[in-house]
């Protein structure tokens, strides 16, 4: 049982580290791409092909893992309707509401994967007592990095949007990316109240 949970958070780990990788090297080259006055449409092909060349190469491990992952999910299948309802509308809000206010789409960006990560911690510690703190990771620092970007946006870089879009993308990956390396690094997701610096008791 403990083989099969530490499996599981090093499975998204790996899922956490390569969407990182996927969305800092779509923003750089996107940033890169506009400063060559490229054609809109180029961006499509950027952001598809990152994530695609990214999961691409880690694809062999991937399919290794996708059970894992897979059962993870899964999970939220038990939970009472009000508890998926809450959890949608966390992931889906954020980005729905791109539509009606587009000038403020990278900070609900960070809006929506803090939220939804966020509830879905909680909503797995509650309904599965299992203490999945990489997803926490994701979403603590996404949610911090909502004042940061605005401060980015509107003092360093105001004279300079495309810097600053680009500074709100790389710090989504580096929340993923943190999120991905506690997961690789750390021990199996313990039951709620479970401290991995301790002796691994109860609280």
Do not use: H
Request: hydrophobic residues 55%; aromatic residues 10%; contains cysteine.
């Amino acid at each position: 049982m403990e083989s099969a949970a530490l499996e599981t958070r090093r499975a998204f780990g790996l899922l956490f580290i390569c969407v990182s990788i996927a969305v800092a090297a779509a923003a750089i080259i996107s940033e890169l791409t506009y400063l060559n006055g490229a054609p809109l449409f180029y961006y499509a092909i950027i952001w598809l092909g990152s994530f695609g060349a990214v999961f691409g190469a880690a694809a062999p491990t991937l399919r290794r893992v996708a059970p894992s992952i897979k059962g993870r999910m899964k999970t939220s299948v038990k939970w009472p309707g009000a508890a998926k309802i809450t959890n949608g509308l966390c992931w889906a809000g954020p980005f729905a509401a791109i539509a009606a206010v587009p000038s403020l789409y990278q900070y609900l960006i960070l809006l929506g994967i803090g939220l939804g990560n966020l509830s879905t911690y909680l909503l797995v510690r509650q309904y599965s007592a299992s203490d999945n703190r990489e997803q926490l990771i994701v979403a603590v620092i996404s949610l911090a990095a909502i004042p940061a970007a605005i401060a980015i946006d509107t003092t360093l870089f105001a004279s300079a949007q495309d810097i600053a879009v680009m500074l709100s993308r790389i710090l989504i990956a580096v929340a993923y990316g943190a999120g991905g390396l506690f997961a690789l690094m750390g021990t199996k997701a313990g039951p709620v109240g479970f401290d991995p610096t301790t002796s691994g008791s109860l609280r």
